[in-house]
T-cell receptor, first 114, second 114 residues
């Protein structure tokens, strides 16, 4: 069975600073990988996904993520954080051939300070 | 992307009662999913609801506690039965997009059980 680890429960960054959120997965084959964001009082919004091909994927809101097979990682990055990026971020892994079976990490809560 | 409406957005219920959560999608979809997000936790899949068949429940979730209906391709309900304070959670509906291999989420129902 697949699993996802997000080591950082809470991260605080200054507005304008760069951001990297860590995600490690466990799965026996090449997985489907996702990053979702949940703003306060909102549902989950898909930021980006990786299925195959270029290991650096671009998403919405200026986010990108890099798939590193050797490290079983899929870290999310943004070069300059905006106050509106304050939210909870979830990494998720799905099995090949089945986006239905998606396992979510425990989330990282991002706080942005002026 | 699909637009998903969930009702109610939040509710406060008494122990021992039941609450039915509705999920409406603006397009026909084959697969719908129900998740639970307990306070400070990640999302856990409760069940998968396909139109025309019985819902498939994940380990730890049973139909008597979480009955699901899926009367057509745009609508589903989840009932939380005989509630206890441990049922206080956010319940999220999602729909599957087979062409893009992703799930879209509703805004969730925030349930508090007293």
């Amino acid at each position: 069975a697949q699993s996802v680890t997000q080591p950082d429960i809470h991260i605080t960054v200054s507005e304008g600073a760069s951001l990297e959120l860590r995600c490690n997965y466990s799965y026996g084959a090449t997985p489907y990988l996702f990053w979702y964001v949940q703003s306060p009082g909102q549902g989950l919004q898909l930021l980006l996904k990786y299925f195959s091909g270029d290991t650096l994927v671009q998403g919405i809101k200026g986010f990108e993520a890099e798939f590193k097979r050797s490290q079983s990682s899929f870290n999310l990055r943004k070069p300059s954080v905006h106050w509106s990026d304050a939210a909870e971020y979830f990494c998720a892994v799905g099995v090949r051939g089945g986006y239905q079976k998606v396992t979510f990490g425990t989330g990282t809560k991002l706080q942005v300070i002026p | 992307s699909a637009v998903i409406s969930q009702k109610p957005s939040r509710d406060i219920c008494q122990r021992g009662t039941s609450l039915t959560i509705q999920c409406q999608v603006d397009s026909q979809v084959t697969m719908m999913f129900w998740y639970r997000q307990q306070p400070g936790q990640s999302l856990t899949l409760i069940a998968t609801a396909n139109q025309g068949s019985e819902a498939t429940y994940e380990s730890g979730f049973v139909i008597d506690k979480f009955p699901i209906s899926r009367p057509n391709l745009t609508f589903s309900t989840l009932t939380v039965s005989n509630m206890s304070p441990e049922d206080s959670s956010i319940y999220l509906c999602s729909v599957g997009d087979g062409a893009k291999n992703i799930q879209y989420f509703g805004a969730g129902t925030r349930l508090s059980v007293l």
